[in-house]
């Protein structure tokens, strides 16, 4: 230990501040050794008295540039150094880093930063081995990072505190009001919702201002979302089903107020099966899907020193909402006049209009596998070659799996208050029911269904296969869980839905007959309770040689209610779903000629999933991976010409009939090392590597082990 680093651990622990001169600060510790020293001592100074991380340090440049920081901050930032004490290359202010909540939210973005612009340079200028310094300082920073992680995790991680939410609510009256907010239960589930989209988002500012409380580190750094916050802490509100429906039980008290009586105890018995019916069911998929967008993506990276590839092709994008706009944000426009402007936050004018964008897709880029400057916008904007091609998993895929994950606050209602006007007509709106009115002439009005859904519904009252409560066909996919299909509790949904008028004309005395269809989603209305009744079902007719049911409105008493309103709920899982449509379609090719359509699509996808920060750009590798010549679709399209003909193909083809460095790692190949014996076997089934896409690490080890004996290595 050098004298500079015992006068450094003298002083530290003699005074709370500690100043350092960074203009001598590299010579006085001197050897790596003694930085890795350094380094070692001020973790267990800290981990001695944790308090110790909040004293001050006192960074020196020059005369004016003065700086101070926490040890802890101090020490985050020793970490990023170690090339500087390896290589004695000086240090300014410049390279300290701010280690926030920030910074750790952004942690690999900011390593990346750090290493591209402070490290790089100078190993270029000092003509140090860059695949060396690089390894070594990387490996040895992460290490140091998750050391001290694992140290501090006991005592800094952030957690839940009853204690503390008492204390809270002691010192903030809005807060104390918030948690122990009582729900009207004879609410309609839109005014819950207006109830508690106003309040939570009150929580969630008044948790942020305080910055005092156990809540604060999850809504700061993003970890916890408004609607997270706002059914944990404000209230649970209208609780929904394992099948996606809205229930009639409203758990009218907070959730830190336990559950109140039997119905909070099976509504929330519901949910938390339903989320552990999503973890196991889509968490697996989207892994699956991360995958395969990583590796058809590959080989996908911004050429920086191609300013501009000449393209004369562009994607049309419709702006439709703000979410739209931020999407496009620095990204490249063509004008009118054919120039090119890059859409920045002030042209909020464009919300509404349809752009002509720059796209990687079809850029003109020469070289497979990149894309120019100007195609990719400046959304990032490197100076090095910058991969892109994982973008799509990282950035969508995998940000739609941590929401799956989180399914129980993740939930939320997609409900509007009904308003057919037509039907109000006919029928009584009575909270969630729908009852019929005393008409003056019901026997002129008939309600239409789909004959094959009421003979459904016939059969399954005749052999009791429920308690007036009928399961929902409508999977969402062919491989519907077992466990899912058991619980769903919604009344089977209506379809076809259609009331015919009957009338005399007065001149000619012929009858006319005139049919209405409800404008709304027909998914949310239901047979209620009491027409599921024996004698009120054998009411609706089936016709013969018709693929029709008719149900006249004389044949029932005014006041029974025909229909019950049951509202949908909107979750991730969804969204997830459809991603996986889009990647697994059984077509081989779509999209002829048009790459514009595929791409909006995709577009209010994410839009109304409601994900944060994210870019046109994350969206395009997906497509671009996909993008082919329609006669040779191992090719893709030339747009280096004025006309070109493209077609989207599938995903997995996308990856076999793309590079061949793709087709190997993803499973072509690789499939037929399953056992030595079988290697010149072609199809013989699943192969070693499956277990990153479909099996388990236990079974790569048995494929592994297996042709070990055979080549008697073991």
Request: with cysteine; proline share 3%.
């Amino acid at each position: 230990m050098n004298l500079y680093t015992r006068d450094f651990i003298y002083t530290l622990k003699q005074n709370e501040e500690i100043e350092i001169d960074l203009n001598t600060f590299v010579d006085q510790i001197g050897t790596s050794k003694d930085y890795a020293l350094l380094c070692e001592f001020i973790e267990n100074y800290i981990l001695d008295d944790y308090s110790r991380a909040r004293d001050k340090v006192i960074l020196h440049g020059s005369k004016k540039d003065i700086r101070r920081i926490t040890l802890f901050q101090f020490l985050y930032n020793l970490y990023f150094l170690e090339f500087n004490f390896v290589y004695n290359v000086p240090i300014d202010m410049t390279w300290f880093r701010d280690v926030d909540h920030k910074f750790f939210k952004n942690q690999n973005a900011q390593i990346e930063l750090f290493m591209r612009y402070k490290v790089l340079p100078e190993v270029i200028k000092r003509g140090i081995n860059q695949e060396d310094c690089f390894s070594n300082l990387l490996s040895n920073l992460v290490e140091r990072m998750e050391r001290l992680s694992e140290l501090f995790s006991m005592i800094s991680s952030p957690t839940i505190n009853i204690v503390d939410l008492m204390e809270f609510c002691k010192r903030n009256k809005i807060f104390d009001e918030l948690i122990h907010t009582e729900l009207d239960g004879s609410k309609t589930s839109v005014e819950l919702e207006r109830v508690l989209d106003k309040r939570g988002t009150l929580m969630y500012n008044t948790v942020l201002k305080d910055r005092r409380s156990c809540l604060y580190p999850f809504v700061a750094s993003g970890d916890a979302s408004q609607r997270q916050i706002t059914q944990m802490f404000v209230a649970v509100g209208p609780r929904m089903s394992a099948s996606n429906v809205i229930m009639d039980h409203v758990m009218t008290c907070s959730y830190l107020r336990n559950l109140q009586n039997i119905g909070d105890f099976i509504a929330e018995s519901e949910l938390a099966t339903k989320a552990l019916i999503y973890k196991k069911k889509f968490v697996g998929v989207s892994g699956y899907m991360s995958r395969e967008t990583n590796i058809a993506g590959i080989n996908l990276e911004v050429d920086y020193s191609r300013k501009d590839c000449g393209t004369k092709h562009y994607i049309n994008f419709e702006i439709k909402t703000p979410k739209h706009f931020d999407l496009v944000i620095n990204r490249n426009m063509i004008m009118p006049d054919g120039k090119l402007k890059v859409i920045t936050e002030k042209d909020t004018h464009l919300i509404g209009d349809i752009v002509q964008l720059r796209s990687i897709l079809t850029c003109a880029h020469t070289k497979p596998g990149k894309v120019c400057k100007t195609c990719y916008g400046n959304p990032m904007d490197f100076k090095e070659p910058y991969m892109i091609g994982g973008a799509t998993s990282t950035e969508i895929i995998n940000k739609l799996s941590n929401a799956v994950m989180a399914v129980k606050h993740h939930n939320a209602s997609k409900t509007t208050e009904f308003a057919d006007e037509e039907m109000l007509k006919i029928f009584e709106l009575d909270e969630t029911s729908l009852v019929l009115k005393k008409l003056s002439n019901p026997e002129n009005i008939t309600i239409q269904f789909d004959k094959e859904y009421i003979e459904d519904v016939k059969t399954r009252i005749a052999d009791q296969d429920f308690d007036n409560d009928l399961d929902d066909d409508e999977e969402d996919d062919e491989e519907f869980d077992e466990e899912l299909e058991s619980m769903r509790v919604s009344r089977k949904k209506l379809t076809k839905l259609s009331f015919v008028t009957t009338s005399i004309d007065p001149l000619t005395r012929e009858e006319i007959k005139t049919e209405y269809t409800p404008e709304i989603d027909s998914a949310l209305l239901l047979l209620s309770s009491e027409m599921l009744a024996v004698e009120n079902l054998e009411k609706i007719h089936l016709l013969q040689d018709s693929e029709l049911a008719e149900l006249n409105l004389a044949d029932l008493k005014p006041g029974t209610t025909v229909f019950s309103i049951k509202y949908l709920t909107a979750e991730t899982a969804k969204y997830l779903k459809q991603l996986k449509q889009i990647i697994d379609r059984p077509m081989a090719d779509w999209y002829h000629n048009n790459l514009s359509t595929p791409l909006q699509d995709f577009a209010d996808l994410i839009v109304e999933v409601g994900l944060k920060d994210e870019e046109l750009i994350f969206m395009e590798p997906i497509l671009h991976a996909s993008t082919r010549n329609p006669r040779d679709i191992t090719l893709r399209p030339d747009f280096r010409k004025d006309k070109v003909d493209t077609v989207l193909v599938n995903f997995r083809q996308a990856i076999f009939k793309g590079d061949i460095c793709s087709a190997l790692i993803y499973q072509e190949i690789s499939k037929t090392f399953k056992d030595i014996d079988n290697y010149n076997k072609p199809e013989i089934g699943p192969g070693i590597h499956d277990c990153s896409f479909r099996t388990t690490i236990k079974n790569d080890f048995t494929y592994m082990r297996k042709a070990l004996k055979k080549a008697k290595v073991i």
